[in-house]
């Protein structure tokens, strides 16, 4: 098998599944327990809290780390929470057209609850109009809310001139938050850009089932889930020790060896990228200002890349696709018609995305089924 869907799901490391192994056998009480097992639990999901925030060079006297199930419902705690408890601030809302749906559908469902959502377009060169983006502040924006590395083409977003306007701006009471599901691990960023951060684990060879919020403590949140008050009284539940720590451990594990594995990924990119541009009838979108390595798309402009990505899953080389050849119903990938405004580039987008186990050797097997496949394709 050959495996570039990395930005959908990464293999858990090993150490990892190990770790979870141990814990649910040694670390199975419920850490809210006044127990002394639970409060030894406690106490080191305090501690596991306090090293993510380290690794992410954010202040613990100023951030709280609360634990979810992933990015998904992080961004709707961010979001929703944020815009349902500080409504009498004001109700205008932004965010841009390429987010993901975890974003995307939230704000659909708050401009339900009368909210007013500007979507920004995103250049062609993958970064956001800075005048445009001054011009539409107003004194009634309380949130904004904008990826980093973006999880279709892999552009990286200007999220450092955008904090520039908004730290200019005469209002005080925006509120900055990143979904960076693609970042962590996968780009270097100055987290302490944002008021709030969304982060996931099985996107850097962690388990699945476990993410967290980041947010300054002063930051006040509606929960989304009642219940028994853990997590600040903002996501109720029993905590997880074994996911937590797993998270933890592969956040602290695959930072250590950020640049290491930047450097191979991106040796990755440029070989495929190189590869990519010799074959007629492929278009690689890679305009971009700033693009992480991880991540590359391209369209099959004469083939349906439907077609194209079941060849190669029967040949076992997994890339990833919007469109599918089961349902009849064309998908479009929001992000890149939104890039490109090419309805034809947008249904037939491919993305296929690495990770540190990908090897140059896999990459040149992939070239050439994907070469073959084309010339196969008879029409369409
Ligand atoms: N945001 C981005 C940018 C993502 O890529 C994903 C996963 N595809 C999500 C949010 C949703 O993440 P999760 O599956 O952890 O809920």
Known sequence: MIYLDNAGSTIVDEEVLKLFIEDNTNNFANPS????????????????????????KLNPSTYDVIFTSGATESNNLAILGYARKNKNKGKHLITSKIEHPS????FKELEKEGFDVTYLDIKEDGTIDLDYFKSILRAETILVSLMYVNNECGCVLNLEEIKDIINKSN????????????????????????????????????????????????????????????????RSGTLSYPLIHSFAFIVKKYTKDFEKNYAYVQSLYYFTFDELNKINGIKVHDKFKR?????????????????????????????????????????????????TKNENEATNSIRISFSKYNTIDEISVFINSLKEILNNIKGR
């Open 291 to 339: 693009h992480c390595p991880f991540i590359i798309n391209f369209s099959t402009t004469s083939k349906e890349s439907s077609i194209v990505v079941e060849a190669l899953s029967n040949k076992e080389i997994y890339v990833s696709t919007k469109s599918s050849c089961s349902s009849k119903l064309k998908v479009i990938s929001h992000v890149i018609y939104e890039l």
């Open 103 to 106: 974003v995307l559908n939230v």
């Open 33 to 56: 327990s006044l127990n002394g097992f639970g409060m030894k639990e406690n106490y080191d999901i305090v501690n596991y809290k306090r090293d993510i925030l380290n690794i992410l």
């Open 171 to 234: 209002n005080k009471k925006i509120v900055f938050h990143s979904d960076l599901a693609q970042t962590l691990g996968k780009e270097k960023v100055n987290c302490s850009l944002f008021d709030m951060l969304t982060i996931s684990s099985y996107k850097i060879h962690g388990i699945k089932g476990i993410g967290a919020l980041i947010k300054k403590r002063n930051i006040e949140l509606e929960p989304l889930v009642y219940g028994g008050g853990q997590e600040f009284n903002l």
